[in-house]
């Protein structure tokens, strides 16, 4: 005989066909590109990159392709396709980069609650939790996770020169994909020529394909990201279980009520070993992507000076977008942390100069540690040692 549902088992049941049913692929991506693309055009259509944008992109492209291989060495961005798109293109593709790591996030998130409902739930199901409030919260973890991820890559979006906005590596092959609209705002804000702005965007995105384009390196970054975002989920598996376990409908139905307190309770995360590896490694290879592409603008701009100092201030500019997708990720990307960078490359840049900062790019064991960033030097040390080469 079928047990009778209480009020509360309907409400549910009808939240789950509408989180299960969103165009057949995984919800926490279908719900990360709707957000993502509505917070990217601010709910507007947009115009697809006028074709004169792809001219102009390909007219200084050679250029920088040399410019980038002679700076690292490196020969494959040579081959690197070059794509202007709309922030709303941008965004997706943006998710679309990160897919992989969050979908190990989902699995091991959703197999954390599973495990934990089954132990409350106990060998008297009158007693334990009703099945109804797992099925919500399998569900409802990778909803949170995509309402998280498309709102920061929206945000991105709006800001974003291209594809590097995080130095954070995306599939290998990717092409690189440049945003005319934001790259226009940007050289209107500071009073740039557009042409010069044009050129340093695109050179950084070519530097950021040709250091996280090593293997080594991007492998090494991923394995850092992947250990801090565990980390930076665990506080959300935490809420999915405090929002189920109590199988209180009035306390579930209260959080609910107020999303903006929901998901201020999904903390970033703090000073962790595992993000604080990961800050050193971005921070210090944002600082070589923007050193690269400031390098090649006092070579071939006229307007160097005021261009460095605009986009400096644009990197160390608190934004929406940055912070939030910084935090899913256990990423510091505070203006602390931007001009920690910097002084670490200056100071490899005093002791042995372009020679020193190629080898950024030796191996992924070649990235520094959260100390070696405040001491170039010993860094220096560390890969003057036998047994770190060819590693």
């Not at 099925?135 to 974003?160: C, D, I, K, N, V």
């Amino acid at each position: 005989m079928e047990q009778p549902q209480g009020p509360f088992d309907g409400l549910l049941g009808d939240l789950l066909k509408i989180l299960g049913g969103q165009g057949g692929g995984a919800p926490w991506l279908e719900s990360a590109r709707a957000l993502a693309v509505g917070v990217a055009t601010d709910g507007e259509t947009e115009a697809n990159p006028d074709p004169l944008e792809r001219i102009a992109l390909e007219q200084v492209a050679d250029v920088a392709k040399r410019h980038v291989a002679e700076l690292t060495g490196t020969t494959e961005v040579l081959d690197v396709a070059i794509t202007p798109v709309t922030r709303g293109v941008w965004a997706q593709a943006q998710l679309e980069s990160w897919r992989p790591m969050v979908e190990k996030v989902v699995s091991a998130q959703a197999e954390a609650t599973g495990a934990s409902l089954a132990q409350l739930a106990g060998d008297d199901s009158e007693q334990g939790v009703p099945p109804i409030f797992g099925q919500f919260a399998a569900t409802l973890g990778p909803m949170l996770l995509g309402l998280q991820f498309g709102s920061a890559a929206g945000h991105l979006a709006e800001r974003a020169l291209g594809t590097y906005a995080l130095p954070l590596p995306w599939p290998s092959n990717a092409e690189v994909l440049l945003v005319p609209r934001n790259i226009a705002s940007f050289a209107e804000d500071w009073s740039l020529p557009l042409d010069e702005v044009r050129l340093f965007a695109l050179t950084r995105e070519l530097a950021g394909a040709a250091v996280l384009g090593r293997r080594s390196v991007a492998d090494k970054v991923t394995e850092l990201l992947e250990a801090a975002m565990r980390d930076a989920m665990a506080v959300q598996a935490s809420l999915i279980e405090k929002m189920t376990s109590s199988g209180d409908p009035e306390m579930l139905s209260s959080m609910l009520s107020d999303p903006d307190a929901l998901l201020a309770e999904l903390a970033t995360p703090g000073a962790m070993a595992s993000s604080s590896s990961l800050t050193a490694a971005t921070t210090v290879l944002g600082a070589y992507l923007d050193h690269l592409a400031t390098t090649v603008a006092r070579r071939l701009t006229g307007s160097h000076a005021l261009l460095v100092e605009a986009w400096h201030r644009h990197r160390v500019t608190d934004a929406k977008g940055e912070q939030a997708a910084g935090g899913l990720f256990g990423l510091d990307l505070s203006a602390e942390e931007v001009e920690r960078g910097q002084r670490f490359i200056a100071g490899v840049l005093e002791r042995q100069g372009e020679d020193g900062l190629a080898k950024l790019l030796a191996s992924g064991n070649s990235l520094p540690t959260p100390a070696e960033v405040d001491a170039p030097g010993l860094w220096l040390e560390r890969l003057a040692l036998p047994e770190i080469e060819n590693t």
